[in-house]
């Protein structure tokens, strides 16, 4: 429990971010929920990827690879 705030062990992306956005001050959480709306399609390939990387065979092309690259790097520098 972080701040009074249970949250689940997940590795879903999404949902750590919806926690996130939760705890975090005024220009921060509409920051992260910015970032739920804006990635939302890259957030859910991610998850998929990681979902994938451990259990299926699955190979990614540049630009998929090039696109969620660009996607982590933005969300990390609000999240940061």
């Known amino acids: 429990?972080?701040?009074g705030v249970d949250y689940?062990?997940?590795h879903g992306v999404r949902a750590l971010l919806?926690?996130?956005?939760?705890?975090v001050p005024?220009?921060?959480k509409s920051s992260v929920k910015g970032v739920?709306?804006?990635?939302?399609?890259?957030?859910?390939?991610l998850e998929d990827a990681y979902?994938?990387?451990r259990y299926l065979m699955r190979e990614f092309?540049?630009?998929?690879?090039?696109?969620l690259a660009k996607a982590v790097k933005e969300i990390m520098?609000?999240?940061a």
Request: charged fraction near 35%; aromatic fraction near 2%.
């Open 36 to 45: 739920l709306e804006n990635y939302l399609l890259e957030l859910g390939e």
């Open 26 to 28: 005024g220009d921060k």
């Open 1 to 3: 429990m972080a701040e």
């Open 61 to 67: 092309t540049r630009q998929e690879v090039e696109k």
């Open 77 to 79: 520098e609000i999240v």
């Open 51 to 53: 979902i994938t990387s």
């Open 18 to 23: 919806e926690i996130l956005s939760e705890l």
């Open 8 to 10: 689940s062990r997940t």
